[in-house]
C-alpha cells in the first residue's frame, strides 16, 4: 500500500483551525484521542489474547520474547524490554531498535528502508524456535520491521505483528496479527501521538500478561520483583506483608532468610517452613506461588 494512503497519513479536516485553538481546548482534544486509542486496544482483546498465548507457550520453552521496530515503534519495544528485568526479575524480554541502541537518543530513522539489516539483527540474536518475535510498525509497512519477522517466522519462530492500519502488509507476515487502528493523528503522519499510545499498551499487555501466565505475579503483586535498590527493597518487603499478612518483624527475618528473593519469603510465611522446603516447593511447583503453597512436602 501507497504511504499517502494509509489511514495514519491522512489529514484530519476537524482541525484544520488546530493552531487558532485555546490551549484547554487542545490539551482535552489530545486527551480524548489517547483515550480513544485505549479503547481501540481493547477491541482487539481477542487477537492480543492468541498472541500472549502464543508468547507464554515459548517462554516456557525457554524462549525469549523479543520486540523489533524502528524509530518510535522500535523505540518503545526497547522501553518495555527495558522495564521487564526490574519488575518480573527476567532478561528473556528483548528490545531490538533498527540502528541499534544509539538510535534510541538520535533519530537515524533511514535504517527503517532496510530489509536485509533487520533479518541481519534476528541472524545476530540467534533466533530459533522457542523465541516469539513481534514485530512494530504503526504503518505496517516498515521493511526493517518485515525483515526480521520474515527470518524470524522461517527459523521457526512464533512471530505477532502490531500495526495501526488495516489490512497492514506486517500482518500478512506473521503468525498472530494485531491492528490497532486508531486513525488519523493530530498532527498527520505523526504516530509517535495516539498510535504510539495503542502499541505501548499493546505492548505492555503482552509483555505484563506473559509474565502473570509464567508465575511471575500473585495476586496481582510482583512477586519476582528484583530487588536491586532500596526504593524495590522496601517495595520487597511490603509485597510480602501485602501477601502473608506477617507482622513486620516476621517479615523482616522471612527476607533476610530468603536473601532477598520475594518468592521464597511469602512460601516460607504462608506456609510455616524453612527457606530451603519453600525452594524446593518453588521448584516443583515451576516458581508458582500459588501451586508451591499447595505442595505438601
Known amino acids: ?37 485505549v479503547a481501540v486496544v481493547a477491541a482487539e482483546a481477542p487477537r492480543i489474547a492468541a498472541a500472549v498465548d502464543a508468547v507464554v507457550t515459548q517462554l516456557r520453552r525457554g524462549g525469549r ?43 537515524h530513522e533511514g535504517v527503517e528502508d532496510d530489509t536485509a539489516r533487520g533479518a541481519a539483527d ?17 504503518s505496517g509497512r516498515t521493511p526493517y520491521t518485515i525483515g526480521a519477522v520474515d527470518l524470524a517466522r522461517a527459523r521457526g519462530a512464533v512471530t505477532v505483528g502490531v500495526s495501526c492500519n488495516p489490512g497492514a502488509k506486517l500482518s500478512r507476515h506473521v503468525d498472530h496479527p494485531i491492528e490497532a487502528v486508531v486513525g488519523p493523528e ?3 503522519g505523526s ?10 499498551v499493546v505492548l505492555n499487555t503482552l509483555s505484563t500478561l506473559a509474565m502473570v501466565r509464567t508465575g511471575k505475579t500473585f495476586g496481582g503483586l510482583m512477586v519476582d520483583v528484583r530487588a536491586s535498590n532500596d526504593k524495590l527493597r522496601d517495595r520487597a518487603r511490603r509485597i510480602v506483608a501485602e501477601a502473608t499478612g506477617a507482622p513486620d518483624a516476621e517479615v523482616e527475618r522471612a ?6 528473593e520475594v518468592k521464597v519469603a511469602i512460601v516460607m510465611l504462608a506456609a510455616g517452613t524453612d527457606a ?8 516443583a511447583s515451576d516458581g508458582v506461588v500459588r501451586t508451591a503453597l499447595e505442595v505438601r512436602q
Open 186 to 188: 493530530l498532527l498527520a
Open 255 to 260: 527476607v533476610a532468610a530468603a536473601e532477598g
Open 276 to 283: 530451603g522446603t519453600a525452594r524446593r516447593r518453588l521448584a
Open 122 to 138: 534476528m541472524e545476530r540474536l540467534r533466533i530459533g524456535a522457542d523465541d516469539a518475535v513481534v514485530g512494530v510498525a504503526a
Open 1 to 37: 500500500m501507497d504511504l499517502a494512503n494509509l489511514v495514519t497519513e491522512q489529514r484530519r479536516p476537524d482541525l484544520s483551525d488546530l493552531e487558532l485553538r485555546g490551549t484547554l481546548d487542545l490539551v482535552e482534544l489530545m486527551a480524548g484521542d489517547h483515550a480513544a486509542a
Open 65 to 107: 520474547l523479543v520486540y523489533v521496530g524502528a524509530g518510535t515503534a522500535g523505540r518503545l519495544g526497547l522501553l518495555d524490554a527495558a522495564e521487564c528485568p526490574p519488575t518480573f526479575d527476567t532478561d528473556r524480554v528483548v528490545g531490538v531498535l533498527a540502528g541499534g541502541e544509539r538510535a534510541f537518543l538520535t533519530s
Open 191 to 200: 504516530t509517535r501521538l495516539k498510535a504510539g499510545t495503542a502499541q505501548k
